[in-house]
């Protein structure tokens, strides 16, 4: 068992995340909307994402999506990012304040380690670590040492690469773990989510709370998780 923030971990209860990523389009209003959202619908916590374009990505990685929002229609994974990652620590402490205000708290995925220590210096509780740094283990240890609890997902690898994350957290004197089951697609087919995995995780961790990150449309595959002892779900809006 742990807390982020007011927000208790068990096994007897399932917490609701509402990832609301970069959906502010680096707008206050849109994130103020996102939360009044998130806290509308019950949810426990509201997620974002924290990183800067220029430690994230090349210029030349070509762009892996589309959306109405893009300015150069043959444009990098740069040009993408450069237009999402506009929020600076102001604003994030803005965004506690506000999520204070709304009694929901607030979390933001860091994806480096400036963002690590900007986010703990304005008092966050706790990190969520995204899929592709599974195994980032310096970005990981660099985390774990913030003493703060850790959500891990896992999307995308297989059980010694969870192992060796999870171990880095523990080595670094941090049990405060939970790792997150995730099919890294968007959107995931329900005959993809593989819910078995969610077993096959606690089997290996038997003392390791486990939740599921749902990229699935629809509610089904996340309420079907739930007997399956998840403490926490993750889903984007």
Known sequence: ?????????????????????????????????????????????????????????TKKAPRFWSW??????????????????????????YLIKYCQKKNIEFLS??????????LASIGMKGFKIASGDITNLNLIKHIAKKKLPILLSTGASNINEIRKAVSIIKKSGNNKILIMHCTLCYPTK?????????????????????????????????????????SAIEKHF
Do not use: W
Request: aromatic share 8%; with cysteine; charged share 30%.
């Open 68 to 93: 109405s929002g893009e300015k150069k229609s043959k444009g990098s994974q740069y040009d993408s990012y450069s237009i999402l990652d506009s929020f600076e620590k102001r604003h994030y402490k």
């Open 109 to 118: 995925t860091p994806f480096d380690k400036d963002s690590v220590d900007m």
């Open 190 to 230: 329900p005959s993809d989510a593989n819910l078995l995995a969610i077993k096959h995780i606690q089997e290996n961790f038997p003392n390791i709370l486990t939740g599921l990150s749902d990229h699935t449309l629809g509610i089904d595959v996340a309420t079907a998780s739930i007997p399956l002892g998840v």
């Open 1 to 57: 068992m742990f807390k982020i923030g007011k927000v208790k971990f068990t096994k007897n209860k399932t917490v609701i995340i509402a990832e609301a990523g970069v959906n502010h389009n680096g707008r206050m209003k849109f994130a103020k909307k996102l939360v009044d959202e998130a806290k509308k619908a019950n949810c426990d916590i509201i997620k974002f994402q924290t990183y800067k374009a220029e430690k994230l990505t």
